[in-house]
Nanobody
Framework: QVQLVESGGGLVQAGGSLRLSCAVSGGTFSTYAMHWFRQAPGKEREFVGAISRIGTRTYYDDSVKGRFTISRDNAKNTVYLQMNSLKVEDTAVYYC??????????????????WGKGTLVTVSS
């Protein structure tokens, strides 16, 4: 069983930065492709980005490309989401997740089998 715990959310002004963390326990972290999703109020959950098992490949939704960076530290069993140049429309609960196929990346919410509880990011104008 995989357990995921997000942290680092909070209130930030537009243009500011936050770094989210996701601590992973259970199983072998280094074998998991890791994903970030977000869900804004009244909206469906959407893909933000992902990182391959050893961190050599990253993927981003166009809405965050150039502003957000995903990284991982396999020695600490942690994946990060660095968010810069935040916009009001980035306001959402951010979730990390592991897919049913733990080794591969997918952008589909339905492909995820393990979710954290989420951390709230609120961007004010």
């Amino acid at each position: 069983q995989v357990q995921l715990v997000e942290s680092g959310g909070g209130l930030v002004q537009a243009g500011g930065s936050l770094r989210l963390s996701c601590a992973v326990s259970g199983g072998t972290f280094s074998t998991y492709a890791m994903h970030w999703f977000r869900q804004a109020p009244g909206k469906e959950r959407e893909f933000v980005g992902a990182i391959s098992r050893i961190g050599t490949r990253t993927y981003y939704d166009d809405s965050v490309k150039g502003r957000f960076t995903i990284s991982r530290d396999n020695a600490k069993n942690t994946v990060y989401l660095q968010m810069n140049s935040l916009k009001v429309e980035d306001t959402a609960v951010y979730y990390c997740a592991v897919g049913r196929d733990i080794r591969t990346v997918t952008t589909q919410t339905g492909g995820m089998d393990y979710w954290g509880k989420g951390t709230l990011v609120t961007v004010s104008s």
